[in-house]
């Protein structure tokens, strides 16, 4: 394993790690980056990161090599045994998103709230984000794997989820500026509605290779988790409990479109995109 690496200017945040993981992977596994790029890429993200379990190492040749690897190693690994893509799961309760099983991996990838699939050949590897600290300046991501069923799970195409986010996002913003005190209204969670506004920024934030259009609904979706998180934060004072409940069910759709953009977008370089 290499050396300690002080935090920096990273995310090391092992929800951004998925998303990240699975674009820049999708990008060197067809072809438009090589695999140091990808996985600079990927470790600028969301911090340094290792691999470690049963269902990786047992990959490779030579055993468990001390039950983890480096990312690097591990995706090195994966291709000599036929890694074709990599698809991005985003669960939450009720929801398991981009999830096929089996029980134990569904449950890691829940409680983490996101995960990568694997595909390979005759198998699927399922690989679990959690925070890896390590000392006093050390802190990264491990990658646990498990075995996961080798099937291609329910979600929509980028076509509509795009058309489902665009939805979502008209809907929750009408639900939050009526229900909320315009005078009260958080300027963060303003200056980002404003953003929407301008959905085609110019913002490539999946990897070379994807469709012009799956960068669009990555960026959107993007602006959107933001808007959810600020406006979750938000404590209520001054609404009334029908306000408050209008303003939850707002932000639940809201965060369901856009988790499904944020797969379908990622998940898009592994189909036709029109």
């Known amino acids: 394993m290499s050396a300690a690496v002080p935090q920096g200017d990273t995310g090391n945040d092992a929800g951004d ?42 990959v490779g040749p030579g055993g468990t090599r001390g039950g983890e690897a480096t990312l690097r190693s591990g995706l090195g690994d994966l291709r000599i045994e036929g890694l ?3 698809r991005l799961a985003l669960p939450a309760p009720g929801d398991p998103l981009g999830l096929t099983g089996p029980p134990a991996f569904n449950r890691a990838a829940l409680d983490a709230g996101a995960a990568v699939v694997a595909v390979l050949p005759d198998r699927a590897v399922g690989l679990v984000p959690a925070e890896d600290r390590r000392g006093s300046s050390y802190v990264g991501v491990r990658w646990e794997s498990y075995e996961a069923v080798p099937a291609v799970p329910d979600v929509p195409a980028l076509p509509d989820a795009d058309r489902q986010l665009t939805l979502a996002m008209r ?13 009260g209204f958080p300027p963060e969670i303003a200056d980002t509605l404003a ?3 301008d959905p085609d920024r110019g913002e490539h934030p999946l990897a070379p290779g994807y469709p012009q259009r799956a960068h669009r609904v990555a960026a959107l979706a993007g602006r959107l988790a933001l808007v959810v998180e600020l406006a979750r934060s938000l404590d209520g004072r001054g609404l009334s409990a029908d306000q408050m409940a209008r303003r939850a069910e707002a932000l639940r759709l809201l965060d369901r479109a856009v988790r499904r953009a944020r797969v379908s977008a990622c998940n898009s370089a592994l189909d036709h995109v029109p």
Do not use: S, Y
């Not at 809907?171 to 005078?183: H, P, Q, W």
């Open 17 to 58: 790690a998925a998303p990240a993981l699975v674009a820049w992977g999708n990008a060197w596994l067809t072809g438009h980056v090589g695999l140091d790029e990808a996985v600079d890429a990927v470790e600028k993200a969301a911090g340094p990161q290792i691999v470690g379990g049963a269902a990786i190492m047992a």
């Open 171 to 183: 809907d929750a913003t009408e639900a939050l500026l009526t229900v909320d005190d315009v005078d």
């Open 195 to 197: 953003d929407l506004r």
């Open 84 to 86: 074709t893509g990599l």
